[in-house]
């Protein structure tokens, strides 16, 4: 039986068991040492000490009860190491899906907070059951469907949105509202109710864990702590400021008795249960299921690819999605809400030197340690304090220079971005992810409806062609030679017929036409049938159609059709050799006389059925 190819410890390619393919775990399992234990149990104790107000925090983000953040962090991440490609990636409850998860449960008529939990649970059941499916039919370009501006532009506005949104727990004061205007308007409505107790709680946090992000750090290396401890301990600041808080309401119960704290937590762990299947709730939150599988599968995806090069490792698209998928149905029967690889968790999991996805097991076990015994110490825990915790961790998903640079460097991409950012912030995260799938896929039809196409020359001295507009090159009035930089499809076939129409009553001299194919990877029935009409179209002007430099595959599925048999010129191996058989005065004018013979000229067309054809 064969085998599949696989990413050894070295990140050299070699070969797995076929049981691999769909459990990544036997590759890395059987090379398990006790040095590699020792990496990833360090990293798990960092990433649990980082998860746990992390998990609390996004659980109140998403509008959930605090614990329900500890048990998405448990079971989901065992999954994961069973069932996903990468080596560091850490999965969990993360802002932007939290953000997501409470904009669906909003518009939901739940009478009570069991309901909601049921709500959400389903919600990570139904996402994880489409990415298990999507996984299954090997789908994992659907990532592709958010160009990265787009995706950039949605988490930016996301990061604003969810920072204006803690302001209610910063402040103390009522805020409602699903997006920017009405969150500005709320807010300005009740800032007259701003609880003083609660925000010297937030300020002081927020102070605490800005400072510590960016000076503790270098300032405990300054003192002669290793930078990897030094990291560490600026990575434990948020647990610190939960710590100091609960102390602080604890033994200052006068000042800070209308502090909003986080109450009784359930001790112990989840019972395990399949969310209620409501046919009319599955119809309802469908559609955000689907959007949160794909915004989820994209930042994950992208997290897991740029670590994994760091190593000169690799993932599998296809198996994250079923990788994921896993993590969710388990989030679902352990009464948890959608789940993803997370960049800043995922960040510190790889630099604290997790080797293999067991790191993010233990951390399961860390936090389910947590949630049997530890819970009770949460009672006084300010919610101010997960409030401060969640804007200081979304503040690195904001990124203007962005906008910036992409302004620079595209106007339609950078008008793309922009309009997705407004629209998360003007109307809310769907519109906002709705339009930025919209946008994508009317940039790329854009760019291809309309391909580039460039009349060429051959360069002087050179058997090379470039663009007349751009180069000092030779061309010859008989031969109009062009190049279409894009593959030719139903969009644009009818684009480029007009196009050629065109050219040809603007230069009546011109005896041959060649296309020249370099950067076409796919001609389909649509685009066929334009190339014979202008085949066609052309011979009746006594104008011959020839094509050079066609890749294989491309002629494979030519020569599968009648269109080489009724094709008025011929097929080349190289635009060099189509000009030394049609205008070979023009190629001895620009490289000198001994250019092409006559020969070689009459051996340069390629055989337009199954034979020796030169091509890649």
Not at 19 to 26: G, I, N, S, V
Not at 124 to 143: Q, T
């Amino acid at each position: 039986m064969t085998g599949t190819s696989g990413t050894g410890p070295d990140g050299s390619a070699r070969s797995l068991p076929p049981l691999a393919r769909f459990l990544p775990f036997m590759d890395w399992a059987r090379h398990y040492d006790r040095g590699t234990f020792g990496a990833d149990f360090l990293a798990a104790v960092i990433v649990t000490i980082m998860l746990i107000p992390q998990s609390l925090a996004y659980a109140m983000l998403a509008g959930l009860p605090p614990a329900t953040g500890l048990y998405a962090s448990m079971l989901p991440l065992v999954a994961y190491a069973v069932f996903g490609s990468s080596r560091t990636l850490a999965v969990g409850p993360v802002a932007v899906l939290s953000l997501m998860t409470a904009a669906t449960l909003s518009r939901l008529d739940l009478p009570t907070d069991e309901a909601r939990l049921g709500a959400a649970a389903l919600l990570a059941a139904l996402s994880g059951g489409l990415l298990v499916a999507l996984g299954l039919l090997r789908l994992g370009a659907i990532a592709n469907l958010l160009s990265h501006p787009v995706i950039s532009g949605f988490i930016t506005a996301s990061g604003i949105l969810i920072a204006a949104g803690q302001l209610k727990h910063l402040l103390g004061i009522p805020l409602e509202g699903h997006n920017l205007p009405e969150l500005a308007q709320s807010a300005w409505a009740h800032w007259q109710s701003i609880d003083a107790a609660t925000a010297i709680v937030g300020a002081a946090v927020l102070a605490m864990l800005w400072g510590a992000r960016r000076w503790l750090a270098g300032g405990l290396a300054a003192l002669g702590l290793s930078r990897s401890l030094a990291g560490t301990v600026s990575r434990a600041a948020p647990v610190l400021a939960v710590a100091a808080t609960i102390l602080a309401v604890h033994f200052l119960p006068a000042s800070l008795d209308s502090v909003r704290i986080v109450g009784s937590i359930p001790q112990g762990l989840p019972p395990l249960a399949w969310p209620t299947m409501d046919a009319e709730l599955v119809l309802e939150l469908l559609p955000d299921a689907a959007l949160i599988a794909l915004v989820g599968f994209v930042e994950s995806v992208s997290v897991a690819q740029t670590l994994a090069a760091k190593r000169r490792q690799s993932i599998r698209p296809d198996q994250e999605l079923f990788g994921l998928g896993a993590a969710n149905v388990a989030a679902a029967v352990t009464g948890g809400y959608p789940v993803t690889g997370g960049f800043a968790r995922s960040t510190v999991n790889f630099d604290a030197g997790a080797a293999t996805p067991l790191a993010g097991a233990m951390t399961a076990i860390g936090i389910a340690a947590t949630a049997l015994l530890l819970t009770p110490a949460f009672h006084d825990l300010p919610r101010a304090t997960l409030a401060a915790t969640i804007v200081v961790a979304v503040s690195s998903l904001i990124d203007f220079k962005a906008l910036a640079r992409t302004w620079r460097y595209s106007l339609t991409d950078f008008a793309a971005m922009a309009a997705t950012i407004l629209m998360v912030l003007a109307v809310g995260v769907e519109a906002g992810i709705a339009t930025g799938v919209a946008l994508s896929v009317a940039l790329h039809l854009g760019r291809t409806l309309r391909p580039h196409i460039a009349i060429v020359g051959q360069v002087p001295g050179t058997e090379h062609f470039r663009n007349v507009k751009r180069h000092e090159v030779v061309v010859s009035p008989k031969v109009l030679s062009f190049r279409v930089d894009e593959s030719l499809y139903f969009a644009n076939a009818r684009f480029l017929e007009d196009w050629l129409a065109a050219r040809i009553a603007e230069r009546p001299e011109v005896r041959d036409v060649v296309l020249i194919c370099s950067a076409v990877n796919m001609i389909d029935a649509s685009a066929l049938e334009s190339l014979e009409t202008v085949s066609e179209r052309l011979g009746a002007a006594g104008v011959r159609l020839h094509l050079s430099e066609v890749k294989g595959p491309v002629m494979d599925r030519l020569r599968r059709s009648h269109f080489l048999d009724h094709l008025s010129g011929q097929v080349f191996l190289s635009q060099h050799q189509a000009m030394c058989a049609l205008a070979p005065e023009t190629v001895r004018q620009a490289i000198g006389s001994a250019a092409c013979s006559e020969a070689e000229a009459e051996a340069l067309a390629m055989p337009r059925r199954a034979g020796s054809s030169g091509q890649d």
